[in-house]
């Protein structure tokens, strides 16, 4: 009870009792006629007075306290029904005196099995059913329940209910006797408990049974080691490195790169943005193991430490040592053999044009007539295949000098729209021959490009060329120059031939490869025009694309950068 409350009604009690004796005064006055009962008389009417202004001023306060004492029970109990937890109230016989929907919808009781005469033993027993992992026998899991209860001041127990719920039940003894109970639905936290558990017991396993040395150390002394780092470091037990300074095992040499990996962990962000760095574990008989370290600050308990990944890349240093070795030996060989190629070039060349001179001789009939018209006939073949030889050997000493990087490039202005339309008058005569239109396109005030202009030449005849190799009779060419707002310069020469397998452009691009295969060539050549003009488009940091579909035709594009383009004076 309110100890303001005991206040109001002791001050109750004495107002009645100082009205009752003066009452009494004022009856015995009547009886006795005497000046001195005519003063007390006097006073004890005046003392009734005050009583009754008293009491009606008592009487005021004790009705507004009750007031108040009734807003404030009326709002605890809205509390008492609205709050989020289960509440509920005991005797000191354990039957239920008070609790809150809250409660009865937790535990799923009906709530018309609740009465004030409830025992707790009851309650128990209605949830045993709704349990689980709570045994076989009813009636001891409810002495069970009343006998912690009995035993403990407070205490605090988990349920779970087969539907997957599970609540804190928390209870604390009362003063006057009984207890008082409350039940939390704590389902999601325990299940993210039990989530976090799994987590920590599979990082656990994953660091153990990890191929990498994993260390974790504070301030450089090793705090924790998993089984891969006791191989690494050829240790028999964790203690032989626990309480180690990790340092101990690296290189002295490379301890300015090491500290940041062997100091504090403090400074988190900037731990977990350190690169990986190649070292050396050194063991105890003095052997060398390569590594690569990765490191990352996280808390170890209550403190953050450093953990650092280290896995041997022993293996993987001799197979970049044997690709290194491997690649050195490869470009050497084509070194030799591009500069074979140029050498042996050169020999081919000088027998070849005597070749193709004399055979122009006999085809001119310089000193008189040959005889027989099969004779010239022989001539104007031999002439004719060591014309065709000669650009062939030209192609493989071309191409041989970009491989042996002995090719050099001369640049000059060059005027576009002349080269080009020299270079259509080059492979005119064979297009007219085979009855195909070659047509050009270009915009009439076209710039000058700083270039090799032998060099955009062959490129030029080795793409109208193939064109016009590969188009039928009646075919149809396209040669365009276009100046690129923002990129340059686009020369592309387009036809209406054969076309190539979409699978088929990465061979076309390929040194030494042709398209159509052994048996069914139809197309002479050694496969290097394509290969030889995309290596003299990247010399010009140019580049050339290739696209065709088969049976409809092909686009063989050169881009030059526009840094190779020059403005013609005005």
Not at 45 to 63: D, E, H, I
Not at 87 to 92: L, P, R, T
Not at 107 to 120: A, G, K, V, W
Not at 141 to 165: C, W
Request: proline share 2%; aromatic share 8%.
């Amino acid at each position: 009870m309110n100890s303001r409350y005991l206040k109001y009604l002791r001050g109750s009690s004495g107002i009645a009792l100082i009205a009752g004796t003066l009452a009494v005064l004022l009856f015995l006055s009547v009886f006795f006629d005497h000046a001195y009962f005519d003063f007390v008389s006097r006073i004890a009417v005046v003392g009734l007075l005050a009583c009754a202004v008293l009491a009606f001023l008592q009487a005021k306060r004790s009705r507004n306290y009750r007031k108040v004492m009734k807003f404030k029970d009326s709002l605890l109990d809205s509390v008492f029904d609205n709050v989020a937890i289960g509440f509920c109230v005991f005797d000191e016989n354990f039957r239920l005196l008070k609790w809150n929907d809250r409660y009865v919808e937790l535990i799923e009781i009906d709530p018309e099995r609740l009465t004030p005469e409830t025992t707790f033993r009851e309650m128990v027993g209605w949830n045993f059913e709704n349990y689980v992992n709570v045994g076989d026998d009813r009636e001891e899991f409810v002495s069970s329940s009343i006998e912690k209860i009995e035993q403990r001041i407070s205490g605090t127990v988990d349920r779970q209910f087969a539907s997957g719920k599970i609540i804190e039940i928390s209870y604390s003894l009362r003063r006057e006797g009984g207890f008082i109970m409350t039940v939390t639905d704590v389902t999601s936290n325990r299940l993210a408990e039990q989530s976090l558990r799994e987590n920590e017991d599979r990082y656990r396993r994953m660091v153990e049974l990890s191929p990498d040395a994993i260390v974790a150390h504070k301030g450089g002394f090793i705090i924790y080691v998993n089984e891969a780092a006791l191989t690494l470091f050829n240790k028999k037990d964790r203690h032989d490195l626990i309480g180690q300074r990790i340092a101990g095992y690296f290189p002295y040499s490379d301890s300015d790169s090491l500290d940041v990996y062997f100091g504090a962990a403090d400074d988190v962000e900037r731990i977990n943005s350190l690169p990986s760095l190649k070292s050396k574990v050194i063991r105890e008989d003095g052997a060398q193991v390569n590594v690569e370290m990765d490191a990352s600050a996280l808390f170890y308990g209550d403190r953050i430490v450093m953990q650092l990944v280290i896995r041997d890349i022993s293996a993987q240093m001799q197979i970049e040592e044997f690709l290194k070795q491997a690649k050195d030996e490869a470009e050497y060989a084509a070194q030799i053999k591009g500069k074979f190629l140029a050498n042996m070039s050169h020999e081919l060349r000088t027998p070849l044009n005597a070749v193709i001179g004399f055979s122009e001789v006999i085809i001119s009939q310089i000193f008189g007539p040959v005889g027989s018209a099969k004779y010239l006939e022989y001539a104007h073949d031999i002439n004719a295949s060591g014309h065709h030889l000669l650009e062939l050997i030209n192609d493989i000493l071309d191409f041989s000098k970009i491989e042996a990087g002995e090719q050099k490039i001369n640049e000059e202005e060059v005027e576009v729209d002349v080269l080009v339309n020299e270079c259509i008058r080059l492979t005119q005569q064979r297009a007219i021959e085979n009855d195909i239109n070659i047509k050009l396109e270009f915009d009439p005030l076209l710039p000058q490009i700083f270039a090799d202009r032998r060099m955009i030449k062959q490129i030029l005849i080795n793409l109208l060329s193939n064109a016009v190799k590969f188009t039928p009779t009646g075919g149809r060419i396209v040669t365009s120059v276009q100046l690129l707002e923002d990129e340059g310069l686009k020369i592309s020469v387009s036809d209406n031939g054969i076309g190539i397998h979409e699978d088929d452009i990465e061979k076309a691009l390929t040194p030494f490869v042709q398209v159509d295969s052994e048996k069914s060539r139809k197309y002479h050549g050694t496969g290097l025009g394509l290969p030889l003009s995309k290596n003299l488009a990247e010399m010009h940091e140019g580049r050339l694309e290739l696209t065709s579909k088969y049976g409809e035709g092909t686009v063989v594009t050169l881009f030059l950068p526009k840094d190779r383009i020059r403005q013609k004076a005005a």
